[in-house]
């Protein structure tokens, strides 16, 4: 297993918050952060460094989108949600990632 401070994978946090968006409904950073963290069982860590700018570049691609509300602490959240665009961006990234999973899998099982 990798260390909690494990970084995330090339091109897997897009896929991660999309998902969790999916799975979740709306979700303010925190949330979303936690939600992977938990997914993962402590195979890495989410910090505020990784998840607002992952969160920012979804936002301005038009595959998810935010609104002000309020956290279960009454505090002042921005709550992000997964767009149309985002959807399909989701079926799209799903369908390469199960491919290249498979495509490494043969490479590793395969005898020298």
Do not use: C
Request: aromatic letters at 8%; glycine letters at 8%; charged letters at 20%.
């Amino acid at each position: 297993m990798s260390p909690p401070d494990a970084e995330v994978p090339y091109g897997t946090l897009d896929l991660m918050v999309l998902k969790t968006l999916v799975a979740m409904g709306p979700l303010h950073g925190y949330g979303v952060a936690r939600r992977i963290e938990q997914v993962a069982a402590g195979a890495l860590v989410l910090n505020q460094g990784t998840i607002y700018p992952a969160l920012l570049r979804l936002e301005q691609k038009g595959w998810i989108k935010s609104a002000w509300g309020t956290s279960d602490h009454n505090r002042r959240a921005r709550f992000y949600s997964i767009t149309a665009a985002g959807r399909r961006r989701l079926a799209a990234e799903a369908e390469l990632w199960e491919r290249t999973v498979s495509i490494v899998n043969r490479l590793l099982e395969h005898e020298s």
